[in-house]
């Protein structure tokens, strides 16, 4: 899927300024010319550096993805000078959700890109494929945290709602409706109560959704 070309020096700073571009409305609402706009460059730099827009967006997924891999990584540290999490001392779900939440708060188009791939999955095949990529490291730096697949679960689910509520714009609008509360709880700073292992474990018997 790539297209080989060398990025430039300050390509991180392109690709920030392109998950600002992507993050409101996504791959299919979003063209190269905008991108390009808020890079700061014309659009023939934009091609001739990233290739399609479709190349362009599966860097820009990449680059916005890998913040969120970063922040996973950051909460396996402890203060300055200690030792990162031993896997088998359990999966601290309070840590590490504290640290997307202030992903979220710091770059919420980091998290809005990561979200549109999804949406964008069924269309473009190449989407799809880096959308499962990146869901993958994912799956694997919280398995290395400790992470269940229960509690991975639990806590997973929990980020996508943060997800689905950021892409509803539903923290700007939420005073509009009956899930404030809701709102307000998932984005505190204080963590809602994550279920525990046995609680969140699927059951072999009873109807499935």
Known sequence: MSTGRRPPARNEEL??????????RGYFGTSTAEVAKAMGVSQPYVIRTFGSKREL??????????AIVTAFRSASRGRAGEEGFDAEEGFDSERVG?????????????????????????AEPAIGDESRRM??????????????????????AR???????????????????????????????????VPSDAETRPTRTGTHT
């Open 15 to 24: 690709l920030d300024a392109s998950v600002r571009a992507f993050a409101p």
């Open 57 to 66: 967006f599966l860097r820009t997924h990449a680059h916005a993805a890998a």
């Open 98 to 122: 504290a640290a997307y939440r202030d992903l979220v708060r710091a770059q919420p188009e980091a998290v809005l890109v990561w979200a549109h791939a999804f949406s964008a999955a069924t």
């Open 135 to 156: 869901f993958q490291e994912v799956y694997r730096v919280l398995r290395e945290l400790g992470a269940s697949d229960a509690e991975m679960w639990a806590f997973m």
């Open 159 to 193: 980020g996508m709602l943060i997800n689905t509520l950021l892409l509803m714009q539903a923290p700007r609008f939420a005073a509009d409706y009956d899930f404030a509360p809701l709102v307000d709880l998932v984005f505190s700073s204080a963590s809602a109560p």
